[in-house]
């Protein structure tokens, strides 16, 4: 399965932008979805993530109540709704895709498959 992460850009602190990873080279029904985050000179950080029905998501602490994860197994894409942004939300995103549990989806480990990234920056 090939990830393709796309929709980033720059928007001022309060904005919003909505990514999207699309997929291709197989179907992404069967595996939960995740967001990451990667800011220049930090650790990868778990944003978000999805179950494979859709049913359960699950959120970072710090974008909680401002970011919403979705997905369209039809459509063999997932999105991230980005609310309220931050200056700190500054990042390259990437989506992620893999047999993740309850216990390890917040953990990259638990995905096998990546896309590229996408940088978005906000600016104060």
């Known amino acids: 399965v090939q990830l393709q992460a796309s929709g980033g850009g720059l928007v001022q602190a309060g904005g919003s932008l909505r990514l999207s990873c699309g997929a291709s080279g197989g179907t992404l029904s069967g595996y939960s979805l995740g967001w990451f985050r990667q800011a220049p000179g930090k650790e990868r950080e778990f944003v978000a993530a999805?179950?494979?029905?859709?049913?359960?998501?699950y959120y970072g602490d710090s974008v909680k109540d401002r970011f919403i994860i979705s997905r369209e197994n039809v459509k063999n894409s997932a999105y991230l709704q980005m609310n309220s942004l931050k200056p700190e939300d500054t990042a390259v995103y990437y989506c992620a895709a893999g047999r993740a549990i309850t216990s390890t989806i917040r953990n990259s480990p638990a995905y096998n498959y990546w896309g590229q990234g996408t940088l978005v920056t906000v600016s104060s």
């Open positions: 999805i179950r494979p029905n859709g049913g359960s998501t």
